[in-house]
C-alpha cells in the first residue's frame, strides 16, 4: 500500500477500502487488504439485483467477482452477501450458499404491491394469498383477510424451511 492510499483508508483497523470505478467502493477485511489491492477492480452495475459488484477481468476476459476470489470461488456454490451489501466483500458478511438459500435471502420484489414478500392480492378470491418458494417447490399458505396475517404465514413457514437463509424483506 502507498502512502497515498494509506492515507485514504478508514482509522477502523478490522476493514480496508478498494477504489473501485463509478465512484465506488468495495469493503474487505485488513487480512485480504493485500491479496486484492494490487489489482484493477471496477463497479458493475447489476441491473437484475439493483447493485453494485466489485469486480475484474481474468485471463481470456473472464470476469472475477471480488466476492468469489476472496471466498475462493467455492464450485457448485454461489457466495451470498448476507446484509445485501453488494460491496461489502467482509468475510463476516460473506457465505457459500445454494441458488435456492441464495433467492430466499433475497430482498421483495420492486414488482411487488403488498408490500410484504411473499403475499399478492388475488383479486378474484378478495383475499391476500401467502406462498412459499423453496427448493423448487412452492408452498401454498392460504388466503387471509390482510396483508399482515398472510405475511405472517409466510414468514412463520420460511424460517421452518431455512432460518438461516430467511429474509422477511
Request: some cysteine; hydrophobic content about 35%.
Amino acid at each position: 500500500m502507498n502512502l497515498n492510499e494509506q492515507a485514504t483508508q478508514p482509522l477502523e483497523t478490522e476493514y480496508r477500502t478498494i477504489p473501485l470505478t463509478q465512484g465506488q467502493f468495495a469493503i474487505v477485511d485488513k487480512d485480504v487488504y493485500e491479496d486484492v489491492s494490487p489489482f484493477q477492480w471496477a463497479a458493475w452495475w447489476n441491473p437484475c439485483t439493483s447493485s453494485y459488484y466489485a469486480v475484474r477481468h481474468g485471463l481470456a476476459g473472464k470476469t472475477i467477482y471480488m466476492h468469489r476470489f476472496i471466498m475462493g470461488e467455492p464450485k457448485g456454490f454461489l457466495v451470498d452477501h448476507e446484509n445485501h451489501d453488494t460491496l461489502d466483500n467482509r468475510k463476516r458478511n460473506l457465505r457459500s450458499a445454494t441458488r435456492t438459500q441464495n433467492m430466499f435471502n433475497q430482498r421483495r420484489s420492486s414488482a411487488n404491491t403488498s408490500g410484504f414478500k411473499g403475499v399478492s392480492w388475488i383479486k378474484e378470491k378478495g383475499s391476500w394469498r401467502a406462498v412459499v418458494r423453496y427448493n423448487k417447490k412452492t408452498f401454498f399458505l392460504g388466503y387471509h383477510s390482510t396483508a399482515e396475517s398472510a405475511h405472517a404465514a409466510y414468514c412463520k413457514k420460511a424460517a421452518e424451511l431455512d432460518g438461516d437463509f430467511f429474509f422477511a424483506g
